[in-house]
Nanobody, 119 residues
Framework: QVQLVESGGGLVQAGGSLRLSCAAS????????MGWFRQAPGKSREFVAA????????YYTDSVKGRFTISRDNAKNTVYLQMNSLKPEDTAVYYC????????????WGQGTQVTVSS
């Protein structure tokens, strides 16, 4: 079965950086769009970033543009989210997901990794 396992979350001060990783198994990784979503306490899960199967195209929500970078290594079945200039409002549980297209992300979900940014 498909498994998505996130790692790399933690506690960081505002202005700091973290790199999240999502290791995928049980799917033909290079055939899928991959994405990151996040959910803050009391809020709905929201889209953060996505990357095409080839890695040639990337998509970001406005609030993270210029600060976050999504990338993938198809040889390692892993997608990354480099997060720089972190803000307290980036605090959330971050989830990895896959899909056939960017608009259909959510086929499978990881368990999430907590990111906490202190002010």
């Amino acid at each position: 079965q498909v498994q998505l396992v996130e790692s790399g979350g933690g506690l960081v001060q505002a202005g700091g950086s973290l790199r999240l990783s999502c290791a995928a198994s049980g799917l033909t990784f290079s055939s899928y769009v991959m994405g990151w979503f996040r959910q803050a306490p009391g809020k709905s899960r929201e889209f953060v970033a996505a990357i095409s199967w080839s890695g040639d195209s990337t998509y970001y929500t406005d609030s993270v543009k210029g600060r976050f970078t999504i990338s993938r290594d198809n040889a390692k079945n892993t997608v990354y989210l480099q997060m720089n200039s972190l803000k307290p409002e980036d605090t959330a549980v971050y989830y990895c997901t896959d899909g056939n297209r960017v608009v259909s992300l959510g086929l499978h979900w990881g368990q999430g990794t907590q990111v906490t940014v202190s002010s």
